[in-house]
């Protein structure tokens, strides 16, 4: 079992800056990657961005590219998301969720993912 808290959301401005931050505990260590999703009223949850726990690769979606950074702190078992220059459209709960099957194929699909976080609401006003 692995347990994700998320923290950080709120509310911001557009152009504005948040950092989520997902700690995680339990079996972390057969974690192959832990990601972020959201899930925008009336939308289905989306990938937002990945990170494989042992290599540190990373894998962004393309609406979030340039503007959000995943980022870990190996210690403390946490999992960040600094988002910059957030837009009206990056409104949504926020996600934490980890996989633990190490195929390259189920990083950005949200049905691959085995464990969530309760979420943490972003909203950007314009």
């Known amino acids: 079992q692995v347990q994700l808290v998320e923290s950080g959301g709120g509310l911001v401005q557009a152009g504005g800056s948040l950092r989520l931050s997902c700690a995680a505990s339990?079996?972390?260590?057969?974690?192959?990657?832990m990601g972020w999703f959201r899930q925008a009223p009336g939308k289905e949850r989306e990938f937002v961005a990945t990170?494989?726990?042992?290599?540190?690769?990373?894998y962004y979606a393309d609406s979030v590219k340039g503007r959000f950074t995943i980022s870990r702190d190996n210690a403390k078992n946490t999992v960040y998301l600094q988002m910059n220059n957030l837009k009206p459209e990056d409104t949504a709960v926020y996600y934490c969720?980890?996989?633990?099957?190490?195929?390259?194929?189920?990083?950005?699909?949200?049905?691959?993912?085995?464990?969530w976080g309760q979420g943490t609401q972003v909203t950007v006003s314009s």
């Open positions: 990170m494989t726990w042992n290599v540190g690769s990373t």
């Open positions: 969720a980890v996989v633990l099957v190490r195929l390259a194929s189920a990083l950005k699909d949200p049905n691959r993912y085995d464990y």
């Open positions: 339990g079996r972390t260590f057969s974690s192959y990657a």
